[in-house]
């Protein structure tokens, strides 16, 4: 699979995009553990045009990390260009424009998902972004705003033809969120589309790489995003993880929290960080782990979120 002149081989897996969740630190241990290509959190275009500090930091890109993506969000053709334009000088490797955000302070106002409601402007984003760019432009979009409203067959062809070099598909539509079950027989049916010829990325229910190879094979998509599944688990692309112990994971875990803090500040850093430490699964063995988990998301220095860390350590050694 390719998307301009990158070649992803065959089959690769997909870092979801994800506020709050993709940052630096988990990004590069994703990139580590298998991933062939992750995406920045998605960014707002208008933020990105007032130089918002908080929106600019997290267009920060490693060269380690590499392919990346930027995505970008926005509900007009002026603020999407000129957003695209500054993304590009940040160097990714492709610039996203996100159809899918199906949360209420973005769907509401227009954008993400709630461009859907809106096909034509929709496209003329696109094609604008495309026009704009010299790097290759995807699109990640649902499978329609409701049910009644399954438009991605048709609405794959048309933002092929605006020039999009890649489409993602999440298997549901707005109006379900992230309930219910992700329906991966419309990405399929795009995938077999003859008129389709730039590749197709599933996304949605995949918990781990089992789930991805049944995908693959089942629906033919030339690569699997991974999203909601990875937190607090970067290692599960599944590269070099045969051996990986329980105390190789929680030193996996204290690096995402050190690249975090160095490269955005302790604050944000351990904001981002907790979030993956209280949803990992490797913690399940902690009797009444629920007080540990409090303590990690009131956690506001690095020494502290440590010592938590390593207090786990020691009780799932004893477990």
């Known amino acids: 699979m390719k998307i301009g002149t990158i070649d992803f081989g065959e089959r690769p897996l997909f870092l979801a995009p994800m506020e709050d969740v993709t940052d630096i630190g988990f990004r590069k241990m994703c990139k580590r553990f298998g991933a062939a290509m992750v ?11 007032r130089s918002i500090r908080s929106t600019l930091s997290k267009m920060v890109i490693d060269d380690r990390e590499r392919p990346v993506g930027i995505q970008i969000y926005g509900r007009d053709v ?9 993304v590009e000088q940040a160097g990714p490797d492709v610039i ?16 993400g998902s709630g461009m859907l ?24 979009t649902r499978l329609g705003w409701d049910h009644d409203h399954l438009i991605i067959t048709d609405l794959a062809e048309q933002l092929q033809d605006c020039g999009i070099q ?8 707005r109006a379900q ?31 781990d790489v089992g789930d991805a190879r049944e995908k693959f094979d089942r629906y033919g998509v ?18 070099g993880t045969e051996k990986l112990t329980l105390d190789d994971k929680i030193d996996v875990l204290e690096e995402m929290l050190r690249i975090n803090v160095e490269r955005i500040d302790e604050y944000r850093g351990i904001l ?33 979120l440590l010592a938590i860390l390593e207090d786990c350590r020691e009780r799932l050694k004893r477990s």
Request: aromatic residues 6%.
């Open 39 to 49: 995406y920045t959190e998605f960014v707002s275009a208008d933020a990105i045009i």
């Open 222 to 239: 030339d690569a699997v995003m991974i999203g909601r599944a990875t937190f607090g688990c970067p290692w599960i692309f599944g590269k």
């Open 78 to 86: 002026a603020s999407m260009v000129e957003a695209a334009r500054i």
């Open 272 to 304: 981002h960080t907790r979030r993956h430490l209280a949803a990992s699964p490797i913690f399940k063995g902690i009797p009444d782990f629920k007080q540990t988990r409090i303590a990690m998301l009131r956690a506001t220095k690095k020494d502290e």
């Open 117 to 140: 409601k809106n096909i034509p402007l929709l496209l003329e984003i696109t094609r604008e972004v495309v026009k704009a760019v010299k790097v290759p432009v995807t699109v990640k």
């Open 177 to 207: 969120m992230y309930t219910g079950s992700a329906d991966w027989t419309l990405i399929g049916e795009v995938k077999k589309n003859p008129r389709i010829h730039i590749p197709v990325i599933g996304n949605g229910d995949v918990k």
């Open 96 to 111: 996203d424009i996100n159809f899918g955000c199906p949360v209420k302070k973005v769907a509401n106002k227009g954008a």
């Open 166 to 173: 890649t489409l993602t598909i999440h298997g549901r539509t």
